[in-house]
Every structure is written in structure tokens, then in C-alpha cells.
């Protein structure tokens, strides 16, 4: 049985596709968008999560730390993330989740009773379990046979991604996924190297070969502002859906719930000047998408985990 | 309260602002009728014979008030808001009415006038002889010391035993055609044989002079509408007069013959039922729609009727009810329900007595017109069948969004399974439906007395402690044992249901001996009119005449004692983290100094409400032993015992005589209320607590109250009206009794907090029912504030 590494289940999930979901985050993301809202889904790996407010300062972190990478300060816990190993020893024993580990173990089965503990909300909504992180593809065996039990259990299933992944992986994703969510930030070669870091070809060719093969998707597009709210990168945007045959596109303005995350992570947060986006201009994108045959179907809130 | 006009029309407006701008206040001219009365009859005619003439005398002389412009009429006081005093109840001393009218809360003006009569007139005569006199000094010494410290609470030390509501009969039947049934009774009366003849030929008779007393004091409501008409300088006014003195000739004698009727005719019954003794939960109509219906589809179909005409009727009956506070409470009733509610909860939708869904276009009437009046009194609620339209429910849901926490969503299939588990008819349960909060009832047919809250956590306190309470320092339970010597969680389990059983043993012990005081010296010959078969077995309501008899207890605080249990196992028997030496000491510090240990607690225990078996099997064994111990006993007038899970205000009470508990509640807080996780500490969403709560066995019990909070973003728009649908259905799949919802957000309440004057319209649900916010305690505001409010994710 395949395991993988998540860092949350949320229940109630109400954007991830129809119905009321459980939005599974898996770890781990090839993309270094600088926007990201779910920074400690980005490494692989566990991460260490700090909330200052909460700190009583007991002192039980730095008493509990192998490699004496933990000092109090006035502030709360001081991590020395060089020295830290990440046993989280520290984390285990807090006693208000001051140190919190995001990122566990967890196999298909596991995974799996917990998403159908919800299976009569997912019955009476016509909702079910999304995969989203992260890049759920990154683990593809993980969630492939996650997918494939799921589906044995009648349960409707979701992924959403950013589309940068092996084509292998997301083809045999495909037999048990009802829906994609695609995350389609950029569809310009540059920006895409500058702003998620990667190259553009198989995130379009993806959704190539998605809408090829028929599969059900549902495109999103985060709205940045300076970063892809202007004219040409909404004309290639248009371009690219107009050319697969998608006439429909949800919108999720940028917002800064998540900057908190990068001071809790000790990572800088490189978006600090970037406004969020006013009612006006999501009107001006909506129009002038609206012109080019796209049609909005709905704003949603960026996810925060 | 306030000024905002609402209401169909300006007569409605009117009458509706009169209603929440009128102070509440106490009228002394009950209490001084009943001492007349007893003064001249009491000793020398039985018990049912000298309620039924205090009853007539209070119908011969209260004042008759008849509001400008009202179409509905009758007032339990002497106008508005002003409420009387049940001095055979409840005799209140000259202190009790200056905290009555000096209290922050819940205070009811109090002239000298009133504190003179009380003084001079009514506290001498019923002195030692209210029942809640008679009641303390009968109850044994061990009673008193578990009342006081708050293990139990009593219900009927200070109101009587009502808790029934009305079914279908009286819309077919006037007080004449009652007559005629209670005279075909005395005639068939055995006096050779039977041994209770006479009894049941006492308690007949009083019957009849109940009826004609009602139909005296409609009487006197036409003489006065005819006597205001001929003053009366508008015509259109002098003709509704007219019209007023004209249904009130007709009934509550004969059946109404239409909606205009029906409505008046169901308001004498009401007055009628509360003021012959201070009943709990008032009086109700039950299921409103379904007994209207006919009135008004005939109206409609032959256009004697409009529905705005039969819109503005029901609206000006509305506020009949928010005209009567529930009477003012004292002592400890007053910390169990702190409310000027006073719990008449109508019902809409549900089943016709065929099975077929009874949603009609009056439902959606009576729902523009919760909508419309937005008004404390009367609660109200839909009853959800499978076979409801969803259009019901998204109606509702477009007025529980708005925040004010009406009306409450009830789950009919299993409404109906708990009454059937109990015995009653197919068609009996398809006709009942809930009141007060959440209890389960068939309508018309059943006394299903509350007698009391009882206090799980405290008893695991006392368990936890050898028997002896660790806030009064009495020994008031068994010693089971030092905790540090079990070996086993089992072994705690084993050690808190002998506690229980020994605290319930004198509460129901206590019960019996109320009981019987009631049927003896307090009969209810006008209730008995109305409920079944109180007329056909010749025996009064609080003698077991109704065809059903339930007895309740209500356990409170199940999230509470889950947690704190879970704790234990998790920390002292699973983890071994912490001994129970530390245990212990720590919640008799209160935790002080060790912060540490009470955080580890709280954030790494599994809590009920989390959809997590860990916790969840731990609250269902708790759920188990209580209704194991009561379930099933039998009283002395014939009731069944059962449970139900719901606090009103108790939560708050009972939380402020509990030291720390081992879930890291701290000393003095509240516990958790209903069958709702503690709050804050169920962070999985609100499916997890549908799905935790629905471990709990619903059908076993006579009703449950789960509270979910939501931000109001979550409930925006259709798919908010989606999401709305889909939580009520999920729940009551699983049998879930009863969905309550506080749509608001945190940050709101915290502003109401400290302005309360800029949020006087501010209504909150609290655990049943709903409550402005600044008539909230201020503990009750903060535990509110507490509860998780499940947002968008």
C-alpha cells in the first residue's frame, strides 16, 4: 500500500469543485509562485511551524530540543533552522501548538476512512474529496490508488493542480477522477520562468491532452495584480483556453490571509507591496474577458488551509 | 426594546412596537383574586372544586383590556407586558420582588402599590402555604444538599407542570360541546362501584365550571368591544369592534367557523391555560399551519378571506404571545432559564395524520410572518420530513441566515420514531411535534413533565472526589474509591454510574413526592379540558388524566464530561503523561501555576465534536449509563421516566458551581450546552460535529439541541441556501433530532458586548430558543461569543 506525506484534511470545503468536499493538501509543489497561500506545502518534506502569540513561554521546546536549536525570546520561539533537524520533539511536546508540525505520514487507508467519513454530506450535496496541496501529482502512486479506492467507494473525486506534472502521472490519474480543477496562473513562456519558476510547455500541453482525452475540467486563475492582471497576459490567457475550447474561467482575486504563514516559516514574504484586487478592477478582467468570449462563472476566495 | 416598525400595516406596526416598548411589569390582581378565593373556599370544597372556582373567579373579575387597534384579544395581566404573580405557586417576599425589579436582567417593574399588597395581603395568607413553601419543607434533607449544590434543578418549585400543547380537538369542538362530553361522563359515573366516584365526580364538575367560566370571560371581551364601539369615532374601527364582539360571542363556546375565529378561540384557550396556574413552557398551539389550514383554504376558496386579511390576523396574534413575558422567576429556576421567553414554539410543516407531507401555503405564510415580526415570543420552528420539499427549508433558511436564530429545524422522522419507541399511536405521533426547546411531544394527548436539569459533570466531580462535593465540602455521594487506585479507566466508568444512579435516586425520589403534592393539592380542571383523555378517565391533568405520561430529565453538559473523560484516559490511563495525583491537584488549584499542563490538555486531547471515535465512544457510554439508570422507571401518577439532552440556561448555572475539570475548563466557567461540543474545541467543521452528535442515540431520548454557529458568509446566496439544505438533510439522515443556527460572527457580538445600547435589536439564538443579546448574563454573552462559528474554507 502506497503512503504519501499530507499536511491537512479539511472538511466542509466549499470551493473545490460541487458539493460540500474534503479538500486533502498533499506536500510538496514543483512551483515557487511568490503568492502562494499555502507556503509550508511547498517542501516535500515536514516543515515547523511557528505561532508566537500563543507561546507560554514553559520553555518546554528548548528543554525537549536534541540539537539546542530552539531559544525563548521575548517573542516566542527562536528557531535556528539551520541547526534544526526536524525531529519535532519540540512540536510533540508544546502544550499550546505554539511548535506545530505541518506534514505527516499517512497511507491510502487511512487517507481513505477518513475522507468517507463525510460520505452522507458528499451523498446529500453531491459533493466528495479534492486533492489539492501542493501538487497532488507529485505523489502520483500515493494518489492514484488513493483516487481508484475512492472511486470503488462510489465517492466523487477532484484534483486540482497546476498542472506541471508528468503526463504519465496525471493520464493514469484519469480513470478515477471525475474533475480537474486547473490552476491556470500564466500563459506567458517568460513570466511563467520568473514567477512559478518552471516551464510553461507541459502545464498547456496538459490541459492539451486532458480536454483531449475528455476529461471533465474546470479552469482557475488566481488574479495577481502587476503580475497577470494586465491586457496581454489576459489576451493569452484567453488565447490558450479559446484554443482548447474552454469558454469559462473562475477567478480567485489575490489576498494576503497567507502572509502570516511566511513570518510562522521564518520565509520572506516578497509580496508585501502587491494590493489585493477591488471589486473594479475584478469588473475590468470580467468585462474584457467577457469581450474575448470568456465568461466568468464565479469568484472565489484563494484557499488558505 | 425598540422602534422598528414592522409588520404588514401600520395597525400591525403599532401594536408591535407598543409590545417591545412596553416595560414589563408585575400586576398584583391575580394574586389578590386567588387570595380571595381561598380565603373563602379553601377546607370547605376538594381541592378540584376550589381551583375550578378560583378559576371562575379570576374570569368574572381580571380586567378585560382590548388594545386600540388590535383583532386579536385578551391579555394574561392587566395589559401588555404586565404580568401576575402565582402566589399558590410561588409566594415571592418582599426581597424577592426588589431583586425582581432592581435585577440587570430580566427585571420587571414593581410599583409600591404591588409591594404593599404583597406585604399586607398576599404574603400573609400564603406564607407556608405556596407550593414552593410545601416543596422545600417535604424534601429530605439529602435533596436539599444536591439542589444546593447544584447537581439537579427543579422545575416545579416555583411554576406548575404543564409542559403539553394543544392538538386538533379544540378546532373542532367549543367549551359547550366539552360540556356535553363531561356531562355524558357524569352520567355514566358508577357510585355503587367505583371507588374513585367521587373524586372523578369532583374533578367532572370542576371541569364544567372551568368551561363556563371561559365562555364568561369571552363574554365580557364582546360586552367590552360593543361598549368601546359605541365611543368610537372612526367607523372603520367601530366596526371591527363590532366584528370583535361578535366572534367573542361565538367562542370559545362553539367551534370557530373561521380563521378569524380559530385564531381567538386557540388565544381565550391560551390565556385560559396560563392563568389557571403558571404552566412551564405557557401554552402552544403546536402545529399551527396544519390547524389553520382549513380555516383558511375555505376563506380563500369562497373569498371571505385575503391572504394579506389572514396575514395581518396572524400577525396581531403574534403578538399576543410577545405581549405575555414568561412570569418572573427567583432563585435557581431564574439561573436555569433566564429569559423573559416564555418557550411557546409553534411547529410548521411536519406530516398530515396520513403520512403525506403537510406543508401548504400557509407554512409559507407563517414564514413571511416569522420574517416580518421578528419577535422573541412565539419560538418558532419547521419540522423537516425526508418528504418535505426543499423549497420549505430554503425558506427558513432565508430567515436563519439573517442571524436572529429562528426558526429551529427539527428532524419529523425522528420526532415521530421517538414517540412511537414511547408507545404512542401512529397517528398520535404523526399529529405531535416539539415545544418549549427541543422535547418531543404528542400534541393534545401527552403531559410530558420536565422535572428537571441534571448535572453529569458535577457528578464526575463528586466521583472524582469520593463522594464529597469539593466546592461545599459536603459528602453528598457514596465513596467509590480513590481515583489514583483505578486501575483501569473502566474502573472511573464503573465509580461515576454509582454516583449517578445514587444523585438520581434522590432526584426522583424528590419527584414522586412533587408529584404527588401536585395531583393532590394543585389540579389543573381547565388543562384537563383541553388535553386528552383527561375528560374520558375523569381524571385531572396532574393526576395522570392525559392519555400519555412522560416525565423527563435533562442532562446537561455531555461535551463537557466527554472531554474531560477523554482527557483522563487519554493523559492518566493511555499515555500515563500525568498521574492523578497532578490531576487532582491541579484542579484544586484551579490549574494555578501550571498553565503548561492545562494547554497540554486542551489542544492534545481528542474532543468530542471532532468526528473522532476516541472521544466519540466516551460520550456515547456517558449517554448510555444515564439512559440506562432512567429510562423506563415509572412515576406515581403512571408517567414514564426518559431523557433529553438540552440546557436552556443551565449550562451557565451548572458551570458556575463545578470547580476545574479535567478537560482544562477552568473553576466557574460554563460547560458545554445540548448535545454541542465544548466551545472552541471542535475544529473539523461542522460536518465532523453533525457526525460526532449523531453518534448519540437521538430515537432514545424525547429530543436533543445541537447549536451551530456559522459565520454569515457561509450561508450567502443560493449556494449558501445549498449549503444549508445539505447539513439538515446530512444530519437528519442519521436521525439527528433537532439543528439550531447562530448566523453571526464573533467580532459582532464582541461589539454588542461593549455597546449594548447601540445593539438593542440584536437577537441571538441562545440553546432552544432566542434571546436579545443584551438580556443575556453576561457569562451566558461570553459563552456564546466562545462557541466555534464554522466559516468558509
Redesign the interface.
Known amino acids: 500500500m502506497n503512503k504519501g506525506i499530507i499536511f491537512n484534511i479539511?472538511?466542509?470545503?466549499?470551493?473545490d469543485g460541487p458539493?460540500?468536499r474534503t479538500?486533502v493538501f498533499f506536500k510538496g509543489c514543483p512551483l515557487s509562485c511568490p503568492w502562494c497561500q499555502n507556503p509550508e506545502g511547498i517542501k516535500r518534506d515536514k516543515v515547523l511551524f511557528k505561532h508566537p502569540d500563543r507561546c507560554?513561554s514553559?520553555r518546554?521546546c528548548v528543554e525537549h530540543c536534541p540539537e539546542k536549536a530552539v531559544q525563548l525570546t521575548d517573542n516566542g520561539p527562536f528557531i535556528d533552522r539551520k541547526r534544526c533537524s526536524l525531529c519535532m520533539l519540540c512540536a510533540a511536546n508544546c502544550?499550546?501548538?505554539t511548535l506545530e508540525e505541518a506534514g505527516r505520514e499517512i497511507n491510502v487507508v487511512e487517507l481513505v476512512n477518513e475522507i468517507i467519513?463525510?460520505r452522507?454530506?458528499f451523498e446529500?450535496?453531491g459533493?466528495g474529496a479534492t486533492f489539492s496541496g501542493g501538487e497532488p501529482l507529485m505523489q502520483p502512486d500515493f494518489l492514484i490508488e488513493t483516487l481508484e479506492t475512492l472511486k470503488h467507494e462510489g465517492i466523487h473525486t477532484a484534483i486540482e493542480t497546476s498542472g506541471f506534472a508528468n503526463w504519465s502521472g496525471l493520464r493514469d490519474t484519469m480513470p478515477y477522477t471525475d474533475l480537474y480543477i486547473y490552476d491556470l496562473k500564466i500563459a506567458d513562456a517568460r513570466k511563467s520562468k520568473k514567477y512559478l519558476g518552471v516551464d510553461m510547455k507541459p502545464i498547456l500541453e496538459n490541459l492539451h491532452n486532458l480536454i483531449a482525452n475528455e476529461a471533465e475540467i474546470l479552469v482557475r486563475m488566481p488574479v495577481i495584480p502587476t503580475v497577470n492582471d494586465d491586457a496581454a497576459s489576459l489576451n493569452q490567457v484567453a488565447a490558450v483556453l479559446k484554443r482548447e475550447g474552454i469558454n469559462s474561467l473562475e477567478l480567485i482575486p489575490y489576498h494576503k490571509l497567507g502572509s502570516a504563514k511566511y513570518i510562522n516559516l521564518d520565509l520572506d514574504y516578497k509580496m508585501s507591496g502587491i494590493n489585493i484586487p477591488g471589486p473594479e478592477a475584478l469588473e475590468h478582467i470580467r468585462t474584457f474577458l467577457a469581450e474575448r468570449g470568456i465568461n466568468i462563472i464565479s469568484e472565489v476566495?484563494q484557499?488558505?488551509? | 426594546m425598540n422602534n422598528i416598525k414592522r409588520g404588514t400595516n401600520e395597525r400591525v406596526q403599532n401594536l408591535r412596537i407598543q409590545s417591545e416598548s412596553t416595560v414589563p411589569s408585575i400586576t398584583i390582581e391575580r394574586a389578590l383574586l386567588v387570595t380571595e378565593v381561598y380565603k373563602k373556599y379553601a377546607n370547605k370544597v376538594s381541592m378540584p372544586l376550589l381551583r375550578a372556582l378560583t378559576f371562575k373567579h379570576l374570569m368574572e373579575n381580571k380586567t378585560i383590556c382590548i388594545n386600540h387597534g388590535e383583532l386579536i384579544v385578551g391579555e394574561r395581566g392587566t395589559g401588555p407586558q404586565a404580568t401576575p404573580t402565582y402566589p399558590e405557586l410561588c409566594c415571592h417576599t418582599i426581597d424577592d420582588l426588589s431583586v425582581i425589579s432592581e435585577r440587570e436582567k430580566i427585571s420587571f417593574d414593581v410599583s409600591d402599590d404591588v409591594r404593599n399588597t404583597q406585604e399586607n395581603e398576599i404574603i400573609p395568607y400564603w406564607k407556608g402555604r405556596s407550593m414552593r413553601d410545601i416543596i422545600f419543607s417535604k424534601m429530605s434533607s439529602d435533596w436539599h444538599n444536591c439542589y444546593e449544590a447544584g447537581i439537579f434543578t427543579e422545575f416545579m418549585e416555583q411554576r406548575a407542570p404543564g409542559h403539553t400543547v394543544a392538538g386538533d380537538k379544540i378546532y373542532n369542538m367549543g367549551m359547550l360541546d366539552l360540556k356535553k362530553q363531561i356531562a355524558r361522563k357524569l352520567d355514566s359515573i358508577d357510585f355503587i362501584e367505583d371507588q374513585e366516584a367521587l373524586a372523578k365526580s369532583e374533578q367532572l364538575q370542576a371541569m364544567a365550571i372551568c368551561a363556563d367560566s371561559i365562555i364568561t370571560y369571552a363574554k365580557r371581551h364582546a360586552d367590552r368591544a360593543r361598549e368601546l364601539a359605541e365611543s368610537e369615532k372612526s367607523t372603520g374601527r367601530r366596526e371591527e369592534l363590532l366584528k370583535i364582539a361578535f366572534v367573542c360571542d361565538n367562542v370559545p363556546a362553539n367551534a370557530p367557523r373561521d380563521m378569524w375565529e380559530a385564531l381567538q378561540h386557540y388565544w381565550f384557550i391560551h390565556l385560559g391555560v396560563i392563568t389557571e396556574l403558571n404552566t412551564w413552557d405557557a401554552f402552544c398551539p403546536g402545529r399551527l399551519d396544519q390547524h389553520i389550514w382549513p380555516f383558511y383554504s375555505k376563506g380563500i376558496n369562497n373569498n371571505s378571506l385575503c391572504k394579506d386579511k389572514a396575514k395581518e390576523l396572524l400577525e396581531c396574534f403574534w403578538i399576543k404571545f410577545n405581549n405575555q413575558p414568561a412570569p418572573p422567576k427567583v432563585g435557581i429556576t431564574l439561573k436555569e432559564s433566564g429569559t423573559y421567553t416564555d418557550f411557546s414554539n409553534i411547529n410548521l410543516g411536519g406530516l398530515k395524520p396520513d403520512g403525506n407531507s403537510g406543508v401548504n401555503e400557509l407554512t409559507y405564510l407563517l414564514l413571511e410572518v416569522i420574517d416580518e415580526m421578528r419577535l422573541l415570543q412565539p419560538s418558532t420552528n419547521i419540522q423537516v420530513s425526508k418528504k418535505s420539499p426543499d423549497l420549505f427549508i430554503r425558506k427558513a433558511g432565508e430567515i436563519i441566515r439573517k442571524g436572529w436564530g429562528q426558526p429551529s429545524v427539527f428532524n419529523v422522522e425522528a420526532v415521530i420514531q421517538e414517540l412511537l419507541v414511547q408507545g404512542k399511536s401512529l397517528v398520535d405521533a404523526r399529529n405531535g411535534g416539539i415545544s418549549g426547546c427541543v422535547e418531543t411531544g404528542a400534541f393534545g394527548k401527552e403531559s410530558y413533565i420536565l422535572t428537571g436539569y441534571f448535572n453529569l459533570t458535577k457528578v464526575l466531580e463528586i466521583t472524582m472526589n469520593r463522594g464529597r462535593d469539593p466546592l461545599t465540602g459536603k459528602k453528598l455521594g457514596p465513596d467509590t474509591g480513590d481515583p489514583g487506585n483505578f486501575e483501569s479507566f473502566d474502573q472511573l466508568m464503573d465509580a461515576f454510574e454509582t454516583q449517578l444512579q445514587h444523585f438520581l435516586e434522590i432526584k426522583i425520589a424528590g419527584n414522586q413526592l412533587i408529584e404527588k403534592l401536585y395531583a393532590d393539592s394543585m389540579p389543573a380542571p381547565f388543562l384537563s379540558l383541553i388535553i386528552d383523555d383527561c375528560i374520558d378517565k375523569a381524571k385531572d391533568y396532574n393526576s395522570g388524566g392525559s392519555r400519555y405520561n412522560t416525565n423527563y430529565i435533562q442532562g446537561v453538559g455531555i461535551g463537557s464530561i466527554t472531554d474531560s473523560l477523554t482527557s483522563i484516559k487519554k493523559h492518566i490511563y493511555d499515555e500515563q503523561k500525568y498521574s492523578w495525583d497532578e490531576l487532582l491537584s491541579a484542579l484544586a488549584n484551579n490549574f494555578s501555576g501550571q498553565?503548561?499542563?492545562?494547554?497540554?490538555i486542551v489542544?492534545?486531547t481528542p474532543h468530542y465534536g471532532n468526528?473522532e471515535d476516541y472521544a466519540d465512544i466516551i460520550m456515547q457510554n456517558v449517554f448510555q449509563i444515564f439512559h440506562r439508570l432512567v429510562d423506563g422507571r415509572k412515576s406515581i401518577r403512571g408517567a414514564t421516566y426518559r431523557i433529553n439532552m438540552l440546557p436552556t440556561t443551565s449550562h451557565v448555572y451548572f458551570g458556575s458551581v463545578i470547580r476545574a475539570t479535567p478537560d482544562g475548563r477552568l473553576s466557574g466557567m460554563p460547560l458545554s450546552e445540548g448535545i454541542s461540543p465544548v466551545q472552541g474545541n471542535d475544529l473539523?467543521?461542522?460536518?465532523?460535529v453533525?457526525?460526532s452528535a449523531a453518534k448519540m442515540d437521538h430515537l432514545a431520548t424525547g429530543g436533543t439541541l445541537l447549536n451551530l454557529k456559522f459565520s454569515p458568509k457561509?450561508l450567502t446566496g443560493e449556494?449558501g441556501l445549498?449549503?444549508l439544505v445539505?447539513?439538515v438533510?446530512?444530519y437528519f439522515?442519521?436521525d439527528g433530532h433537532h439543528l439550531q443556527f447562530n448566523v453571526i460572527d464573533a467580532d459582532t457580538l464582541k461589539k454588542a458586548q461593549a455597546n449594548p445600547e447601540q445593539f438593542r435589536s440584536l437577537i441571538v439564538r441562545v440553546a432552544g430558543y432566542s434571546d436579545y443579546f443584551n438580556n443575556l448574563s453576561e457569562q451566558l454573552q461570553n459563552e456564546i461569543i466562545a462557541r466555534t462559528a464554522?466559516d468558509?474554507?
Do not use: W
Not at chain 2, 498553565?595 to 497540554?600: F, I, L, P
Not at chain 2, 473539523?684 to 465532523?688: K, L, V
Open positions: 479539511q472538511r466542509f470545503s466549499l470551493h458539493g460540500i479538500t507560554i514553559c518546554f502544550p499550546t501548538e467519513k463525510d452522507i454530506v446529500e450535496s459533493g476566495e484557499k488558505n488551509e | 498553565e503548561a499542563m492545562r494547554q497540554y489542544n492534545k468526528d473539523n467543521g461542522p460536518t465532523a453533525i457526525k457561509v449556494k445549498d449549503n445539505h447539513l438533510r446530512s439522515r442519521m464554522h468558509l474554507v
